[in-house]
């Protein structure tokens, strides 16, 4: 039990040492992550719909 609670009070003691970022950091960086997933996600629906078009010409009867 003594290791437990030595560790519980390590981490608590770590996560003191932590600078943790503003809110503006954050937000700020949750818009990069969100345009970096939207535009990543038009460029993967632009690549599939044009080589659907191919397969469909292609493969067409």
Request: net charge positive; hydrophobic share 55%.
């Given at each position: ?17 932590v ?43």
């Amino acid at each position: 039990m003594k290791k437990l609670f030595r560790f519980c009070k390590e981490c608590v003691a770590e996560l003191r040492k932590v600078t943790w970022p503003s809110r503006s950091e954050v937000l700020s960086s949750v818009k990069v992550v969100f345009i970096s997933t939207v535009v990543v996600a038009v460029i993967l629906g632009l690549l599939d719909w044009v080589f659907t078009q191919g397969m469909n010409l292609v493969f067409a009867s």
